[in-house]
């Protein structure tokens, strides 16, 4: 049987079909104890940052260890990372607030009062310059201009918004739970311009962008399923089974990966065959309640946070708060 090894993509065929399996790189043991959300990593500054109750667990990625916190927080979700501005922006949904610090320092800079509740996910956009939340309660989105550290705008999204993504050029697509959809916001007019409706309904969360083929991932928690939409015209076209409680995903473009990290202890990884064809490649084991992630698409790795419960509980096991690491074989 003829094998055929291409190293860029890591990818062995065998006849038709092909291998690419992720395996335990290792984990890292994280400061405190809490809830847990969106993770981000910091290219430029090679760091990861960790939602974590009030806290974020700051990683030095070429360490893989714990080298910083940001704390005395209310109740966090999220990290945006601007660059331009050497700073990040915490999504405070309890304090209704977003909260800078400095990328270097890790000091708090300015905590910036937003005018709508439960700011939940959080984005920047290099286009418009401007940082966006996304508040689960307000079924808006709030724009903060990270120079002056104000509030500079809201954007009505007819929703309960879930995870965004900004395509770089002017447009951001973002979920609405509730209504089963997805939206196009303008960040020029700061306005919905688009909605396109996601079929089957199964209440999406996790939302990545191959901004390439022009193609959206969105997975959602009913129906256990990640569909392919076309931004253009609107249209599903392909619909993949993944793990229960998905949350986010990811989207590699250099080996057309898709990662969906599921609750049920598992993250299912497909591969993007071309701009309509996709497969489910494989189904790895991680650990329940590991539902949020981050890829870095330098080195091709995984991270995903995730907190011990007692067996047949929600109640968490002290100091077990942790990043599960994976790579590619």
Do not use: W
């Not at 990328?103 to 905590?111: C, P, R, S």
């Not at 509730?178 to 007019?189: A, E, F, Q």
Request: with cysteine; hydrophobic share 40%; glycine share 8%.
């Amino acid at each position: 049987m003829k094998k055929i090894f291409l190293t860029g993509a890591a990818l062995l065929f065998v006849g038709l079909t092909y291998a690419q399996t992720y395996v335990l790189d290792k984990t890292i043991a994280l400061t405190g104890d809490g809830g847990y959300d969106y993770l981000s990593i910091d290219k430029v500054n090679n760091r990861l940052y960790v939602s974590h109750g009030t806290m974020v667990n700051v990683v030095d990625l070429a360490t893989d260890k714990q080298i910083g916190l940001i704390e005395n927080l209310k109740g966090i979700h999220g990290i945006a990372i601007d660059n331009k501005a050497n700073l990040g922006f915490i999504s405070d949904g309890k304090a209704n607030a977003v909260v800078a610090f400095d990328l270097k320092t890790l000091k708090i800079a300015a905590t910036i009062p937003l005018d709508s509740k439960d700011a939940d996910a959080i984005i920047y956009d290099p286009f418009s310059d401007r940082v966006y939340t996304f508040n689960g309660e307000s079924n808006n989105s709030c724009v903060v201009n990270p120079n002056t550290l104000k509030q500079v705008g809201t954007i009505a999204l007819g929703g309960a918004p879930e995870f965004a993504v900004t395509d770089g050029k002017g447009k951001i697509y973002n979920n609405l739970e509730d209504k089963n959809s997805l939206n196009v916001i303008d960040t020029k007019t700061l306005k919905v311009v688009k909605n396109f409706p996601l079929a089957p309904k199964g209440a999406p969360t996790g939302i990545a962008l191959d901004e390439k083929d022009k193609r959206a991932f969105s997975v959602s928690r009913e129906n256990n399923s990640m569909v392919v939409v076309d931004i253009i015209t609107g249209k599903v076209v392909a619909t993949l089974p993944i793990g229960a409680g998905v949350d986010a995903v990811a989207y590699d473009p250099e080996t057309k990966l898709i990662f969906c990290s599921n609750g049920d202890g598992t993250t299912t990884i497909i591969k993007q065959e071309s701009a309509d064809k996709y497969s489910v490649v494989q189904t790895l084991a991680t650990q329940n309640r590991a539902k949020t992630l981050a890829l870095d698409t330098r080195t091709h790795k995984i991270y995903l946070s995730v907190t011990s419960f007692e067996p047949g509980t929600r109640k968490a096991v002290p100091n077990s708060f942790k990043v599960l690491v994976y790579k590619q074989q």
